[in-house]
């Protein structure tokens, strides 16, 4: 069983719906949370981090952390043809561990005009 | 200044040839790191520099080099390299205190294919 599991998709939407992606995980010491966005031949860009439990809001993305269920998401509001990219779910455990992230393998996500 | 710039963008090179990556940054992070990522992938991490010492190694063949001359500047030596070695190669960087280190920030990446 992988550390991180991610739904690959792809993930195929109409312009203006909203997105849920999802990121399960099985070590409960994960502390960290963070979301990239990959466009095509791009390097990933950071999207949202988030520190233990709880929501976080910016702008259209929502990032949700459940630990007691081991599960984080993250949400898109009025979908754009933009945001047509893979997003990567990832996390670390506690600063000690000096950077390591353990990635999801990425949601392929395509939003249709 | 928010950026990770990486040369070359695209790298062609013989099995037998030496060739480096380079990585800057300038926004004064201490931990620099080298990716991995093959097509449909996540990234892999290869090395991190904290406070240009080699902190982490992930087992990587020697094949790979990484250097680090000074804060804002990151190499990766290659020599002998195999076809399975062609992948984009990242680099990233972050600050190196308490939990800021999981903020990574990415370059663009270069695609090197070995012939």
């Known amino acids: 069983q992988k550390e991180v599991e991610q739904d690959p998709g792809p993930l195929s939407v109409p312009e203006g719906a909203i997105v849920s992606l999802n990121c399960t995980y099985s070590?409960?010491?994960?502390?960290?949370f963070m979301w990239y966005r990959q466009y095509s031949r791009k390097g990933p860009e950071l999207l949202m981090y988030?520190?233990?439990?709880g929501n976080k809001e910016d702008g259209r993305f929502t990032a949700q952390v459940d630990k007691s269920s081991k599960y984080i998401s993250l949400f898109i509001r009025d979908s754009q043809p933009s945001d047509s990219a893979t997003y990567l779910c990832?996390?670390?455990?506690?600063?000690?561990?000096?950077?390591?992230?353990?990635f999801g393998q990425g949601t392929e996500l395509s939003v249709k005009p | 200044d928010t950026e990770v710039t990486q040369t070359p963008k695209h790298l062609v090179m013989g099995m037998t040839n030496k060739k480096s990556l380079k990585c800057e940054q300038h926004?004064?992070?201490?931990?620099m790191y080298w990716y991995k990522q093959k097509a449909k992938k996540p990234p892999e991490l290869m090395f991190v520099?904290?406070?240009?010492?080699?902190?982490i190694n992930e087992s990587v063949p020697s094949r790979f080099s990484p250097e680090c001359p000074n804060s804002s500047l990151l190499n990766l030596h290659l020599h002998a390299l195999q076809p399975e070695d062609s992948a984009l190669y990242l680099c990233?960087?972050?600050?190196?205190?308490?939990?800021?280190?999981?903020?990574?920030?990415f370059g663009p990446g270069t695609r090197l294919t070995v012939l």
């Open positions: 990233a960087s972050s600050q190196a205190s308490g939990r800021i280190y999981n903020e990574q920030f």
């Open positions: 070590n409960s010491a994960f502390q960290y």
């Open positions: 988030t520190y233990s439990s």
């Open positions: 990832a996390m670390s455990l506690s600063y000690n561990q000096g950077g390591k992230l353990i």
């Open positions: 926004m004064g992070h201490r931990a």
């Open positions: 520099y904290s406070y240009e010492k080699l902190s």
